[in-house]
Structure formats: structure tokens, C-alpha cells
């Protein structure tokens, strides 16, 4: 294992170093180390066992995901707004249904066919981030779009590996067990999402002060693998366990922290999956197989340009934006290898089908660069041959569909009770299951002999409503006097009675949760119980501990949900509304930091003209601390300035230059910069001979400082500036080796 490990980690390296130098993906690099060092290249006298390069793999499929889990946060989920996710349902739908139809009329089965149509719907978040970084277009509307389509397809990958497992292991699809697979999942993630943001945090606040960089790592990577054993536990994989605690500490104020400290060991682990796909690459397979390697290359590019910039354009965005999405996203990766590995773990693929999705994601992560460099071309010659009519369409799409807004105040109430009703509905059902599987069994077993066993049963139903109560309080009283229920009570008529018995609904749900715990402990069913369930259940809500409880852990709950956001908005460009309300007039906000030496510095901005050179407008300079919102004309620029401004691609790269540009005689001898220690020795009749340190001027006219003076092989070092300089001691000064050098002839 050790020789295997040796191996995989030089070869990367190498291959890692090779694919730099020609501005190549590294992930690229990765795939042909394990292509040449596999045993399909070079037989197996370099690996000992395969199996044990697979074990490698599968851990670096954990730390990847859990990266992805700490870049992805639901609040983010919840901020990129309707665009990604109407894009992403665009892209998913289109490329799975031309995956499956491509497999289909390629000859191959049914279950080969859902699992390519699966790995093609996935751009990759690597190759993304890289190419755009690459071609300095991180800053364009279109890859913020591109980056929160990403995310929510991160989130689908997830959901999809669980239901293909699902239907890998039942061979058939059945809807309604799909959707119970899918129900299970997302109570799964709610509960531990919520349990995870109630407790980690404040642990991670009470021992602040102990977690160390070591003690941080090894916990993080901990709570990875410990969630990774809940979820195989629970019957699902292990990836998607890596994924959720990923997104748990996403949401704590140490997120950064973790993920910097976790990302060698991302990397490293990344670097072994994908160096382990390689090696499972076998040439001559792709040698049989190029006819179905092209046609699904061409499948993926064209069918992500059309798909992504549908969407997109759906969505609202201006006809440029949704084809330079479009042409972004034109590539498979990470994810494309995570499901062909769980289709071949799972035995459900034929061994051709892997090295071939390989292939076509070698082939579009190399090419994507300049497929997206066509983007810009593509859209001039599409708009220059549309007609007025279908242009004018589109702008007006555009415009109404970013349009502001009011919702009515049902639709706000609704919104907020069933986003309450399905959470603490699935945290009852947790703690039910919890309760019941685990604490009132060996609850029975211990009191069995010493207590009766209706005493036993009351004991149960106290326990069971004490750790309930503070969720059934929630559900059925919360948002019961929010502003829009008032609003719609003073309305008066129909709209009272409908929110009557909207909150009638919620004490019922709360009614059946107690029946069924009470119809579990005592083993029986009668009309009387719901008459018991009602009296708990009014009974809570009118108990004011049981207020009191549940405010105290929702407040503890959103403090620290909130905790990051809170501490990130004061670093914050803009608001996320008024970035969003620019969209329709493709305008989009951008901010950079003004460097050092950029000829803006010191110049105000009445006398930069930025808007008559570059079209963008400056709505912000946050300097430190200080936010300065829409500055006048008298406002000076300085060094370390954020500037925050409004634009079209076009003026933010214009703006980008001309705070880039750098002056001549801005462009200083780096031997002039450089502060050096100069020793020189005063002749007898040299001016500064008798004279005080302060009397010489030398650190106003020159810029130097004294460190020292050696007279008569006596140092006096950091002398008083009333120290007397005379003929033959020897001066040790600090300074610019230029300036230093003038002030001496000038003194001689």
C-alpha cells in the first residue's frame, strides 16, 4: 500500500508540474500520471494492488466533497435566487434526456443509459473556477451566474448519487419509492443541518481558545468521518455524509479557518481520486470505443450552450449573459467520476462506460478556455442576425421578469408557516424515532423492576413531551401574530376564516405528533386519546416555560446560523437586492482594490473622469472600517481603497486598467527602493565634520537614519541626535542606496 501511495504522489507531482508549465488543468495532469502509471500502460509491476489505489480513490472522494460542502452553505443555496435554480432544472432536464437518448441509440441498456445521462448534466465547479481565473473574467455577471448554477447543481449530484443508488440496487424505477427515497433524504439533511447549527458553533465558541490549528484540523476531519459513519448508517453513502458536514460548518464563523487548513489535504486526496481514475483508463478501450467518445463530446458542448443559455435566459438574463453562461459550462468532471465509479461499485455499468466519460471530460476541460473565448463572438453574430422583433421580445422578457415585485401578505404567510411546518415537523419525526428506538426501551428495561408499568408509560409520555414541547409550540403558534396575519385579520370577512383555519391546521399536526406518541406508550387506539392529545397540546401553548424554552433555542439557533453573516457584512460590496436589481439593464457590480503604485492614488475623483474614460460608476469606497456611498467628486483615492463600482463588462474592464496602470515615474530602480545599510567615512574637511546629527540634515534632506558612529574604534550605536560627527569617524547609516550616495557627494 505504501509503494502504491509512492507511486500515485510522484507521478502527480510530476505530471502536476508538466501541466502547469503549459498552462494546462492540473485535474488534467492527475488523469494521465494514473493513465501511464496504471497497469493497462505499465502492467502492474508499479502497482501492487489495484484494490488498495481504489481505497486511496474513495477517500479522496470524501475530502472533495466535504470541500464542496464548506464552499457551498444552504444560506448561499437560498441566496443565489431563482436564476441558478431555473437554469440548473433546465440543464439537468435537457442533458439527462440527451444522455439517456444518446446511450439508447448507441445500443445500450437501460441502466448504462440513465447513469450517462446522469454524469452529463454536471459542469465542473474545478475547471470553472480555474478557466475563469485563468482568462480574468471573475469579475463578469456571467460568472457569478455560472458560480450559483454550480452550487445548486453540487446540491443535485448529491441528491441524484442517493436515487441512483436506489434504483441500481431495485434495477426498475418506481415513483413512488423515488419519492420516498428523496423524502428520506431531505428530513436526513434537515435534521442534521439543524442539529449541527444548534450545537457546533457553540461548541466551537466555547473552545475557541484551545483550538489551535492542529486541534481545529484533526476535529474538522473528525466530524467529516463521523458523519460519513451517520450517514452509511442510515443507508446512505458516504459521500453525501462528507457533503452535509461540509455545509454544516460552512455555516460557522471558522468556516474560512477550515477550509483554508483543510485544503492540503483536499488537495492531496483530490489529487489520489483523480490519479486512481486514470489508472482504472484503459487505451485500448478508448481506441474501440471513439466513435461514442465523439458523439458524446459533441453531445456535452452543444447540448450544455443550448441548455445553460436557455436557462439562463429564462431565468431573466439579458441574451449576452445566458450564451457566455452557456459557453462556460460546456464541460464534465469531479462529479461525471463520481457516478461512473458508483455505477461500477455498484456493478451496474459496463466496464467500457467509465474510461469513455473520462475521455470526454479530458477532451472538454481542454477545450473549454477557448470554447468560452468564442462566447463574445458567437453572441455578436447571433444578435446581428435576429430580427428587431425577436430582440425586442427577449429585452422585454428580461425587464419583466427581473421586475420588482410586492408579495401579497397570504403568500408571505404561507411561505413562512410551511417552511416552519415541514422543519419542525421533520425534527418531531426525529425525535419520535430517536425516542422510541432508543431511550424508552432501555428506559423499560431499567425501571422494569422496580416501577409498575403505567407508571413506567407516564414517565415515557413526560420525557417524550418535555423534549417535544418546545417544537410543537413552534409549530403551532409561530407567525400567528406576524405583521401579515394582522394584516389579513383586520381585513376582516373570508380572509379571518381562511387564517383560522390555517392555524387550526397547525394545532392538528401538533394533535396528531401526541396521539401518536401517546398510542406508542400505552399500545392502544381510542377517541379518548385525540381528546388527551388536544388538552397537551393547548396546554403547551398556553404554558409560558415552555415559551420561554422555545424562544431560548431558536434564539440560540439563528445567533448562530447568523454568526458568519453578520461578521462578513461589513466586508460586503453591495447588498445582495441591488446587485440583483441591475440584472435587467445588464449592469452588475464589481470591486477591486487600488494597488500601491496605481496612478489613481492621490488624485480625486473629479479629476480622474472615470465615467467619461470608462463608462462605470463609482457607488462606493470602503477604506478600512469606513464605507463612503456614492463619493463626490472631492473624494481622493488612496492606496488599499476598495472600490466598489456599477458596470457593464465592458466599462468594469476599462476601470480595471486604468486603476492597474502604472506611471513611469511610478516605475522606480528596484535599487533605489531598497532600504540598505551604507557606511562611509568624513573626511576632515567634509561639511558635516563637527556637526550634531540633528545640525546635518541628514534625515530630511536624504532619508536616512543614523544606526551608528565609529570613532576611534569606538561604536556608538543608535546615537543622540546631539552627538557630534567629526573627521575620520566612520558613519552607519539606513537608508535608499541613491539617496544616501547623493547626500555624501554633496556634503564632501
Same mark, same amino acid.
Given at each position: ?5 509512492c507511486v500515485?504522489?510522484l507521478?502527480a ?15 488534467l495532469g492527475?488523469?494521465v ?12 509491476? /508499479?502497482i501492487s ?6 481505497t /486511496? ?6 475530502f472533495l %466533497? ?13 441566496q443565489v435566487g ?8 433546465t440543464i ?8 439517456f437518448t444518446?446511450?439508447r441509440?448507441?445500443g ?5 443509459s440513465?447513469? %450517462?445521462?446522469?454524469?452529463l448534466?454536471?459542469s465542473?465547479t474545478t ?7 485563468d482568462?480574468?473574467?471573475s ?7 455560472c ?8 446540491l443535485?449530484?448529491v441528491?441524484?448519487?442517493? %436515487? ?6 431495485k434495477?426498475?424505477?418506481e415513483? +413512488?419509492?423515488m ?8 428530513a436526513?439533511i434537515?435534521?442534521w443541518?439543524?442539529?449541527?447549527i ?7 465558541k466555547k473552545?475557541k481558545k ?8 484533526i476535529?474538522?476531519v473528525g ?9 452509511v448508517?442510515?443507508g ?14 460552512a455555516e ?14 483536499k488537495?492531496?486526496?483530490?489529487a ?5 481514475v486514470g489508472?482504472?483508463?484503459n487505451p485500448q478501450t478508448? +481506441? ?8 458524446i463530446t459533441v453531445?456535452?458542448?452543444v447540448?450544455q450552450?443550448v441548455f445553460?443559455?436557455?436557462?439562463t435566459l429564462l431565468? =431573466?438574463?439579458s441574451?449576452?449573459v445566458?450564451?457566455q453562461t452557456?459557453?462556460t459550462?460546456?464541460q ?5 467520476f ?10 451496474v455499468?459496463?466496464?467500457?462506460l467509465?474510461?469513455?466519460v473520462?475521455a470526454?471530460s ?5 477545450l473549454?478556455?477557448?470554447?468560452i473565448?468564442?462566447?463574445t463572438?458567437?453572441?455578436e453574430f447571433?444578435?446581428?442576425h435576429?430580427?428587431?422583433?425577436v430582440?425586442?421580445?427577449?429585452e422585454?422578457y428580461?425587464k419583466?421578469?427581473n ?7 397570504w403568500k408571505k404567510?404561507l411561505k413562512?408557516?410551511s417552511q ?7 425534527i418531531?419525526?426525529f425525535?419520535?424515532v430517536t425516542?422510541?428506538?432508543f431511550?424508552f ?8 423492576e422496580?416501577?409498575?408499568e ?7 409520555l =413526560?420525557l417524550?413531551l418535555?423534549f417535544?414541547?418546545p417544537?410543537?409550540?413552534?409549530i403551532?403558534t409561530?407567525?400567528?401574530?406576524s ?7 383586520s381585513?376582516?370577512?373570508f380572509d379571518?376564516?381562511w ?14 405528533f401526541?396521539s ?12 379518548f386519546?385525540v381528546?388527551?392529545?388536544v %388538552?397537551?397540546v393547548?396546554s403547551i401553548?398556553l ?6 424554552r ?5 434564539d440560540?439557533f ?6 458568519r453573516?453578520?461578521?462578513?457584512k =461589513?466586508?460586503s460590496?453591495m447588498?445582495?437586492?441591488?446587485m440583483e436589481?441591475l440584472?435587467p439593464?445588464?449592469?452588475h ?8 503604485k496605481?496612478d489613481?492614488?492621490g ?8 465615467r467619461?474614460?470608462t =463608462?462605470a460608476?463609482?457607488?462606493?469606497i470602503?477604506?478600512?472600517g469606513?464605507k463612503i456611498n456614492?463619493?463626490?467628486?472631492n473624494?481622493?483615492?488612496y492606496?488599499g481603497?476598495?472600490?466598489?463600482a456599477?458596470?457593464s ?7 480595471q486598467k486604468m486603476?492597474d496602470s502604472?506611471?513611469q ?5 528596484e535599487?533605489?527602493t531598497v532600504v ?7 573626511r576632515?574637511d567634509c561639511?558635516l565634520a563637527?556637526?550634531?546629527?540633528a545640525?546635518?540634515?541628514i ?8 544606526l ?6 569606538r561604536?556608538?550605536m543608535?546615537?543622540d ?7 575620520g569617524?566612520t558613519i552607519?547609516v539606513?537608508?535608499?542606496k ?6 555624501v557627494?554633496?556634503?564632501a
Open positions: 500500500m505504501l509503494q502504491d501511495l500515485i504522489m507521478t507531482g510530476v505530471t502536476s508540474l508538466l501541466f502547469k508549465l503549459f498552462k494546462q488543468p492540473v485535474v492527475y488523469i500520471a494514473g493513465l501511464f502509471a496504471g497497469p493497462y500502460v505499465c502492467g502492474e509491476s /508499479w494492488n489495484i484494490s488498495s489505489v481504489d /486511496w480513490g474513495q477517500i479522496g472522494v470524501l %466533497l466535504f470541500a464542496l460542502g464548506l464552499e457551498f452553505s444552504f444560506k448561499k443555496l437560498l431563482s436564476t441558478a435554480i431555473i437554469a440548473t432544472a439537468v432536464i435537457g442533458m439527462m434526456s440527451l444522455g444518446a446511450g441509440l448507441l445500450w441498456d437501460e441502466m448504462n440513465i447513469f %450517462l445521462g446522469a454524469m448534466c454536471m465542473s475547471i470553472v473556477f480555474k478557466a475563469l481565473e482568462l480574468g473574467l469579475n463578469r455577471n456571467f460568472a457569478k451566474i458560480f450559483s448554477i454550480l452550487i445548486v447543481e453540487d443535485f449530484a441528491l441524484l448519487m442517493v %436515487l441512483l443508488s436506489s434504483i441500481a440496487v434495477q426498475s424505477f415513483g +413512488a419509492e419519492l420516498g427515497q428523496l423524502a428520506k433524504l431531505v436526513y434537515v435534521i443541518f439543524v442539529v449541527g444548534a450545537v457546533i458553533p457553540s461548541f466551537l473552545f484551545h483550538l489551535n490549528d492542529e486541534t481545529m484540523t476535529l474538522s466530524m467529516c468521518l463521523g458523519m460519513v459513519m451517520l450517514a448508517s442510515a446512505f453513502s458516504s459521500a453525501l455524509g462528507a457533503f452535509v458536514m461540509g455545509s454544516v460548518l460557522t464563523v471558522e468556516a474560512e479557518r477550515i477550509e483554508k487548513l483543510v485544503k492540503p489535504i488537495d492531496m486526496f483530490g489520489i481520486f483523480f490519479v486512481s489508472m482504472m483508463i478508448l +481506441a474501440q470505443h471513439w466513435l461514442p467518445i465523439t458523439i453531445i456535452v458542448i447540448g450552450i445553460a443559455s436557455l436557462g431565468s =431573466g438574463q441574451l449576452k445566458s450564451m452557456g459557453f459550462l460546456v464534465i468532471g469531479e462529479f461525471a463520481i457516478i461512473a465509479s458508483l455505477g461500477q461499485s455498484l456493478k455499468t459496463e466496464s467500457y467509465y474510461p469513455i473520462v470526454v479530458v477532451i472538454t476541460t481542454f473549454t478556455p477557448y470554447i473565448k468564442m462566447s463572438p458567437a453572441y447571433v444578435d446581428s435576429m430580427s428587431n422583433g430582440r425586442l421580445f427577449i422585454n428580461s419583466n421578469r421586475s420588482v415585485s410586492m408579495e401579497g401578505n404567510l413562512k408557516v416552519t411546518l415541514v422543519i419542525y415537523s421533520i418531531l419525526m425525535v419520535n425516542f422510541f428506538k431511550i426501551p432501555l428506559m423499560t428495561d431499567t425501571l422494569s422496580i416501577a409498575p403505567w407508571a413506567i408509560q407516564l414517565i415515557g =413526560g417524550l418535555t417535544s414541547s417544537f410543537i409550540y413552534i403551532a409561530k407567525h400567528r401574530k405583521q401579515e396575519a394582522r394584516s389579513i385579520w381585513n376582516g370577512g379571518k376564516g387564517l383560522v383555519g390555517l392555524n387550526l391546521t397547525r394545532i392538528i399536526v401538533c394533535v396528531a401526541v401518536y406518541g401517546i398510542t406508542k406508550i400505552f399500545d392502544f387506539t381510542s377517541a386519546i381528546g388527551i392529545a %388538552l397537551l393547548l401553548m404554558s409560558r416555560r415552555v415559551k420561554k422555545s424562544s431560548q433555542l431558536e440560540e439563528n445567533r448562530n446560523l447568523s454568526a453573516e453578520v461578521l462578513m =461589513g466586508n460590496a447588498h445582495q437586492d441591488f436589481s440584472q439593464y445588464d449592469l457590480i464589481a470591486d477591486f482594490t487600488v494597488p500601491a496605481s489613481m492614488c488624485k480625486k475623483l473629479k479629476s480622474l473622469g472615470i467619461n474614460n =463608462g460608476s463609482i457607488v462606493r470602503i477604506r478600512g469606513m456614492i463619493p463626490g467628486g473624494e481622493s483615492i492606496p481603497d476598495r472600490i466598489v456599477a458596470g463588462d465592458e466599462q468594469i474592464d476599462k476601470l486603476m502604472v506611471s515615474e511610478h516605475k522606480d530602480d535599487g533605489s540598505t545599510l551604507e557606511k562611509f567615512t568624513l576632515e561639511k563637527g556637526k550634531t546629527i545640525q546635518s540634515a534625515r530630511e534632506e536624504a532619508n536616512c537614519l543614523v551608528g558612529i565609529e570613532h576611534e574604534a561604536y556608538i543608535n546615537p541626535s546631539s552627538v557630534e560627527m567629526k573627521g569617524d552607519i539606513a537608508g535608499e541613491k539617496a544616501i550616495r547623493l547626500f557627494k554633496s556634503m
